[in-house]
């Protein structure tokens, strides 16, 4: 069975460095946002983590060991070359200097070419405060003289993946067509059970129904059938005009 690393970033042993690595404030976030698109990446030969920065409990119908074995699941769905939970408190993330030298570590031990962190504006203070971590985090990361564990290492780029709890008309910076691992999305979205499906309403639209929907817009955005936005605060460098649609 697939396992959810949690023994701290200085555990890691010695791994290959990951292409992506999607940090989400609880489990279901990046299923949510870009499960397509992680599942499409993977498919493509790519090495692409998870990292969880909390349990995501206490929730209604939720408990520590559901929690993790839904997320056992998405993850044996996904197919993900790595996840893992850094243990920090659910409703109570701040940005601390101990946090961020937290994630900082992950990122010196993954080695991650490009990290994806959730977009910034949101009204739920833990999804606002991740992305603070993430990015400062990222800094932190290139730091020499320092006790962290792992070399000194700078991701790339920080991408930013839409799973918002406001009711915004984003404008992505680009859209990934998952019209192929669509179906693979929304099962990985359907293992987290105690979540989407027990104690929710059943009279459509559902919270999948919904999730399919947007699907469905922006990949209209993109004459496709499924698309997943993203955003970045940089620009992009092209070197060549050949996969843009």
């Keep these: ?31 949510i946002g870009m499960g ?25 119908h ?21 996840r893992g939970n850094a243990g920090l408190v659910n409703r109570e993330l701040q940005h601390t200097l101990e946090a961020r030298k937290r994630i900082a570590s992950y990122f010196r031990m993954l080695r991650p070419r490009w ?19 993430i990015e400062a985090a990222r ?8 006790d962290m564990p792992g070399e000194r290492f700078h ?26 691992t669509m179906d693979q999305k929304l099962e990985s979205i359907r293992a987290y059970e105690s979540q989407f499906v027990v104690g929710r309403p059943t009279e459509p639209p559902t919270m999948l129904d919904r999730i399919e929907t947007d699907g469905a817009y922006f990949g209209n955005l993109i004459a496709r059938r499924y698309g997943e936005p993203f955003a970045t605060k940089e620009p992009l460098a092209l070197t060549s005009l050949r996969d843009v649609f």
């Design 36 to 60: 397509g698109t992680i599942a499409k990446m993977i498919r493509q030969g790519m090495r692409v983590g998870i990292l969880d920065l909390t349990s995501g409990e206490p929730t209604p």
């Design 139 to 146: 800094f932190w990361s290139k730091l020499s003289k320092t």
């Design 1 to 31: 069975m697939t396992e959810i690393h949690t023994d701290g970033p200085e555990s890691i042993g010695d791994v290959q460095p990951l292409d992506f690595l999607v940090v989400a404030p609880h489990p279901d976030d990046a299923e």
């Design 155 to 180: 991701p790339e780029r920080t991408f930013y993946f839409f799973c918002i709890h406001l009711r915004l008309a984003v404008q992505p910076s680009w859209i990934v067509d998952i019209s192929e």
């Design 62 to 82: 939720g408990s520590e060991t559901i929690r993790r074995a839904e997320t056992i699941r998405a993850t044996e769905i996904l197919n993900l070359t790595w």
């Design 115 to 133: 990290v994806f962190a959730p977009y910034f504006h949101d009204a739920h203070p833990d999804h606002v405060v991740a992305t603070e971590l």
